[in-house]
């Protein structure tokens, strides 16, 4: 089982970023899918969450508006649209994968860092 995230890098603020977590060893289509993000000296913290294929998605209020959370089926890859980032919303992002009873897997993370 391998959850392994791309795209991150730096960007100005305003600018535009999409992260994807590429699955392998399960199907992403019955787990909950997430994004967390991690900031110097402060606690990993959940983003965006897919409930399902075609469910449910939820996000933290520091980006509701901003970021936008999908998935591939055809894939098996699961995208973290960010837009108007702020310096703010510099951290390590990883991917999470949920399911109950059958286990939870993160990803190594991936950099994102808002600048001038």
């Known amino acids: 089982v391998q959850l392994v995230e791309s795209g991150g890098g730096s960007v100005h603020p305003g600018g535009t970023m999409r992260l994807s977590c590429a699955a392998s060893g399960f199907t992403i289509e019955v787990y909950e899918m997430s994004w967390f993000r991690q900031a110097p000296g402060a606690e990993r913290e959940m983003v965006a969450r897919s409930i399902n294929f075609g469910g449910r998605n939820e996000y933290a209020d520091s980006v509701k508006g901003r970021f936008t959370i999908s998935r591939d089926r055809t894939k098996n890859t699961v995208y973290l649209q960010m837009d108007s980032l702020k310096p703010e919303d510099t951290g390590v992002y990883y991917c999470?994968?949920?399911?109950?009873?059958?286990?939870?897997?993160w990803g190594q993370g991936t950099q994102v860092t808002v600048s001038l």
């Open positions: 999470f994968a949920r399911k109950s009873g059958v286990g939870n897997y």
